[in-house]
């Protein structure tokens, strides 16, 4: 399993190595000042090519099929509409790399890997919350696995937004720079160094999971009653699980938070159902298995 962040950057300096693409040489995964981060779907789309490129060229593509994912909300309306992004998509990276690409949603994907490995019940209504970076995809499934309700929540849900939205307010009295790299760390860690002195802020953490738990579950379930919809089961996967505290959900039904590689969940799940290498671009890192 491979991970790196979805970082692009051009190459700027005579001698530096890249990926060819788009008349430039692009690096993959480079954190630095001037990297691009993709925003939304569209960049998904434009940035597949050169990630697929990149994966063939370091050796994690092998073969001349590939399974990749997209949000769900966006893999359904196509599919009914005809289709068209999709073979869009897989003929932009057929043509850049010679490799036919598989494209499976984001969220029902993991579930195959979620039931597969026993971890919940087949044969239920399931509801998939799969939280990444910027987004969340809320998936429900019957009990023959048909998709009957999906909601892609962009830049409302995400990481980042339990990092800023409700981790970062709670740590004003410690004049932290709002970096989200530095929080990130800090969160899964629950502390803080300045000099010699340690500041632990488990409390902090802990309220802002409440928080943040509390609103995402009250506008997942109030989505789906206006829709007239419920589940019996249900699975929290993606990079989201790793900020999740499992005592601060409270139900009576069966659920699953992986306790690691959570953000895997959606690759395994793709190469149990296809066989071949899978590739979860999301906004947040690229997966590989």
Not at 40 to 64: C, F, M, N, S, T
Not at 71 to 91: C, F, H, M, V, W
Not at 97 to 118: K, M, N, R, W, Y
């Amino acid at each position: 399993m491979v991970k790196v962040p979805s970082a692009f950057k051009k190459a700027v300096h005579q001698g530096e190595k890249g990926i060819f693409w788009e008349n430039a040489l692009w690096k993959i995964g480079d954190v630095s000042t001037g990297s691009y981060y993709p925003r939304d779907i569209g960049d998904l789309i434009r940035y597949y090519p050169l990630v697929i490129k990149w994966a063939k060229q370091e050796g994690h593509i092998k073969d001349d099929s590939v399974a990749i994912s997209l949000p769900a909300e966006t893999y359904i309306n196509d599919k009914r509409a005809g289709g068209k992004l999709l073979e869009q998509l897989s003929d932009s990276i057929k043509a850049e790399t010679g490799i036919s690409a598989v494209v499976l949603p984001q969220g029902p994907s993991g579930l195959i890997h979620v039931i597969g490995e026993g971890h919940l019940q087949q044969g239920k209504y399931t509801l998939v919350i799969d939280g990444g970076f910027n987004t969340v995809n809320v998936v429900l499934v019957d009990e023959e696995g048909n998709i009957v309700y999906t909601r892609t929540y962009y830049n409302e849900f995400g990481i980042r937004n339990l990092i800023e939205g409700y981790f970062y307010p709670l740590l004003a009295k410690y004049n932290l720079p709002r970096n989200l790299q530095v929080l990130k760390d800090i969160f899964l860690k629950g502390y803080f160094d300045i000099g010699l002195e340690r500041t632990e802020i488990s409390a902090e953490k802990q309220e802002a999971i409440n928080n943040f738990i509390s609103t995402v579950l009250q506008s997942v379930i109030g989505d789906l009653k206006i829709s007239g919809l419920s589940f019996d089961q249900f699975a929290v996967i993606g990079g989201l699980s790793y900020y999740l505290d499992r005592s601060a959900i409270q139900t009576n039904k069966q659920f699953y938070i992986p306790t690691e590689g959570g953000e895997f969940i959606n690759a395994l799940g793709m190469k149990r159902h296809s066989g071949l290498t899978s590739v979860d671009f999301g906004f947040g890192d690229i997966k590989i298995v």
